[in-house]
């Protein structure tokens, strides 16, 4: 990993617990959590700025490691902000379906999903029994916000239910993702 680079964990809604794989990436790689006011009732623009505030902190640019809703909030921070270009990419796991008629209404503001192609690399991480999104519907997300699409298999919504630990894959995804190309 590029120490360059800073890691800007985003976790989705109620935050990531104990033996979620960012919690532990935090604890053994020191990552750094972007902590939301409010997990429990999160606002898009709050969360937007919130991210904004984090980027802007320092100079180093960062990679952004979203899981769930923190997906939804990169894409919709990078279609307002004009700092993209401190974000070296995006690691974009288990994004939900903030638009299926289920959704809590807690998570209703983050309707409509924000469609428009990142400003740097991404790679999204699905898995295909995701209780939150559709593999057809992460692919659909993926394809519009121009990320690579990795399906890892029935991981559920790649969590500390999982059973994913430090979840060495993912970080090699991470790894990939920030390797200087060619």
């Known amino acids: 990993m ?3 680079v800073r890691i800007l964990l985003l976790p989705g809604w109620l935050d990531s617990g104990s033996g979620h794989w960012q919690t532990r990436w ?3 790689h020191g990552d750094r959590r972007v902590v939301q006011d409010d997990w429990e009732w999160p606002k898009r623009g709050d969360w937007m700025a919130r991210l904004e505030e984090e980027i802007l902190a320092e100079p180093r640019p960062a990679a952004l490691v979203a899981h769930s ?3 939804q909030l ?3 921070w990078a279609a307002h902000s004009r700092h993209t270009d401190r974000v070296r990419g995006a690691l974009l796991v288990a994004p939900p379906d903030t638009e299926r008629p289920d959704t809590p209404p ?5 309707r409509p999903i924000v469609r428009q192609r990142l400003p740097f ?4 991480v699905v898995s295909t029994d995701d209780p939150f999104c559709a593999p057809e519907r992460a692919a659909e997300m993926a394809a519009a916000w121009g990320a690579t699409l990795v399906q890892i298999g029935a991981r559920g919504h790649i969590n500390a239910e999982s059973g994913l630990g430090d979840w060495p894959q993912g970080r090699q995804l991470l790894d ?3 390797a200087p190309q060619p």
Not at 121 to 124: C, D, K, P, Q, S
């Open 26 to 28: 935090e604890a053994l």
């Open 69 to 71: 809703l923190g997906c």
């Open 106 to 110: 807690q998570l209703h503001g983050w």
């Open 74 to 76: 990169v894409a919709a």
């Open 121 to 124: 690399a991404a790679t999204a």
């Open 2 to 4: 590029n120490d360059a």
């Open 176 to 178: 990939a993702l920030l």
